[in-house]
């Protein structure tokens, strides 16, 4: 008690409060809630059965009897972690077979993982960039890749989404020593693509070195699900993927010339100052990579999934973009109109957070649909009724 009542004194913890009553006035404060029984499209909240539409478990494989399957022998077998990066003594054979396996995946020469996607995004750019360079960047890349970008030291410029005029311009008006270029392939919060072909031609142009982030189209997008680089692995120097969305499971990779990932393995700092990927979830995640390329059936459920959803909410008034991958934003604008529509869903048993600034931009706050496979064609009836409530309550399109 008496030392809560000596914090009381400290500023910092007065601002803090005031800072988070600032964003709660907002509707900005962010809130987490535990949900029991998540069986990945469904979970209980509150004593409440929820249907989720929000999770990157693009194919269902976090519970994918193989991929559990996998997972438990390794960890019969390795036990929970790896006790120590893996320049020390946390490499095992189950790493670099996954490695190997994604290298393969991803039509690279060589693969290296990372603890997550947001440290292999870390280490690219800190390990490629340093003061002197110019990194350019899509807008609206992930937050890891703009952390790397600044971590890094080199100029950052971002270019307006996908506006590859405006990209060539500042390639062309680039003062640095060395070029990287960013972008991601599948955006995170909209679903669109990034045009691959248009950025290779530039990156080619202007001799940049060239991280595409496909962590959202690896597992879903190409004709063999390799991803939206599926075919242009070529032009891009680093593909950049994570192990916790359509692998389901956690960890980051890169796949790349083996001289780069050797470049990685020397000076990545979230590599080579961090305990090792636990080889469970290695084991776990290179059994997924098996699963996408021996049961494209997945593939094809999932993408009519999600040719459901956009169809079913494009029904009801609500405007999306094209169906281009499991990502499909319903875009509120205003963040308390974003929160009242996540609370009216959630009263209809639809669990789908509002995502807001900083996630997007500060009055784009948006409903993001995700869509798996694992979704059953009842459950996307409910998800459509309720989004059909939400339409009605508010007149039309909300
Ligand atoms: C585009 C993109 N890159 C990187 C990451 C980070 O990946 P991870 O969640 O595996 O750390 C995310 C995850 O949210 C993402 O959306």
Known sequence: MREDSVLENVSIYQEVRAGLTALEGKNLYRR????E???GTRAVWEGRKLLLFCSNDYLGLSRHPRVVCAAKKALDRYGVGAGAARLISGSTDVHEALEKKIARFKNKENALVFGSGFLANLGILTAFAEEGDTIIMDKLCHASLVDGARLSKAELRVFPHRNYAKCENLLKKCPGRRKILVTESVFSMDGDLADLGQIIRLRKKYGALLVVDDAHGTG???KEGRGATEGFSEGVDLVMGTLSKAAGGL???VAADKVLVDHLINFARPFVFATALPPVLCAAAA???TVMEEEPGIREKLRENIRKVHEGLTRLGFSLASPDSAILPVVLGDEGKALAAFEFLLSKGIYIPAVR???VPKG???LRVTVSAAHTATEIDALIDAFAALGERDGKNP
């Open 32 to 35: 987490l809630r535990a949900l």
């Open 37 to 39: 029984e998540n069986r």
């Open 220 to 222: 879903v997008l190409g």
């Open 251 to 253: 960890g980051g990779f």
């Open 287 to 289: 059994e997924a990579f």
């Open 357 to 359: 600034y900083p996630t």
């Open 364 to 366: 784009k706050a948006r």
